[in-house]
């Protein structure tokens, strides 16, 4: 099995000496295990200010979105090789926010994906459905048309370099996480859809839970087999609860 990955998703929060004051604490206080990989997405203003700090560390730099293009006119976005040379790792592309309040389609994500394999950095690609799709029963075609599209016209080598994150959108930042029983059955599902359109060792691919994750409810949801590790967002703000997070990954 993939080692456990825990993502910070910052979100549009901190300045750049909040930023690195934040990091400051993570580091003095998290103590590396090769059985976890952490991560930090920033917003774009702080990435060369963290991505310093992290430097010789083994916490790894993540970008919270990225544009498809490699340059041109298109005021406000940002490059995959911009990403690269900052020192970002990872990118998080398709995340709920992206889709629901700045209308991102299937179709651009997938071209996101594209673009960012294409420039060596590794895709945490979100998927999930939100609260009316669940009630009415279509979770689970919801998640398979988004893995279907969003992963359009990759290989099954391309997606040995993906991380898949599962966040129900009715869970994000509501303080209302799902079930570990409710996650594992998606998880199980995406896993499945792999094997069967990708012809893949499910496996071998990291598949992450995110929608209010916290430190009490961080170790039930690593109990799940199919459950990998986090995409954290409120509590990563805070260095003692992500730290904490981190550290159940080890135990979990």
Known sequence: MPNRFIVGNWKMHKTISQAETLIQDILAMYQPHPSVEL???PPYVALQAVSQLLTNTSIKLAAQNVYAKNEGAFTGEISPAMLKELGCHYVIIGHSERRHLFRES????NEKLHAALHHGLQP????GECLEEREAGQTHSVI???LQTGLAGLETQDLHNITIAYEPVWAIGTGQAATVEQATEVHAAIRSSLVTHWNMDSTQIRILYGGSVTPENAQALFQSPH????LVGKACLNSESFVKIAKLAISG
């Open 144 to 146: 398979q048309h988004q």
């Open 39 to 41: 991560a930090v997405a």
């Open 124 to 127: 945490i690609f979100c998927i």
């Open 227 to 230: 459950i990998n590790g986090a």
């Open 106 to 109: 299937d179709h651009i994500i």
